[in-house]
């Protein structure tokens, strides 16, 4: 069984850049598509990237688009979200779960991880 555990959230000005890590355990990640949410306060949970699994492409949401990359690191069995440029509406809880593909919608993807929290506020 998979699980996956978020860290790297923390607070930051607007402008400023975090980068979060997904850690998988049981299984290796790079056999999953692994795709990162948000979720914030009175919102629903929204997609903001996700990277297929074997090498496989990734895809943004249009609002992180050009700031946030997503990655990779085998060795270290991770994926990673780097995040620049950060804007206060990029505050929410993030959260990292894994899936066969990333074409399915949020309810296709399991094993999810507890989130970690991210403020953008000056």
């Known amino acids: 069984q998979l699980w996956l555990e978020e860290s790297g959230g923390g607070l930051v000005q607007p402008g400023g850049s975090l980068r979060l890590s997904c850690v998988g355990s049981g299984s290796t990640l790079d056999h999953h598509a692994i795709g990162w949410f948000r979720q914030a306060p009175g919102k629903e949970r929204e997609g903001v990237s996700c990277?297929?699994?074997?090498?496989?492409?990734?895809n943004y949401a249009d609002s992180v688009k050009g700031r946030f990359t997503i990655s990779r690191d085998n060795a270290k069995n991770t994926v990673y979200l780097q995040m620049n440029s950060l804007k206060p509406e990029d505050t929410a809880v993030y959260y990292c779960?894994?899936?066969?593909?990333?074409?399915?919608?949020?309810?296709?993807?399991?094993?999810w991880g507890r989130g970690t929290q991210v403020t953008v506020s000056s």
């Open positions: 990277i297929r699994r074997s090498g496989g492409s990734s």
């Open positions: 779960a894994a899936s066969w593909d990333c074409s399915g919608s949020l309810l296709d993807f399991a094993s």
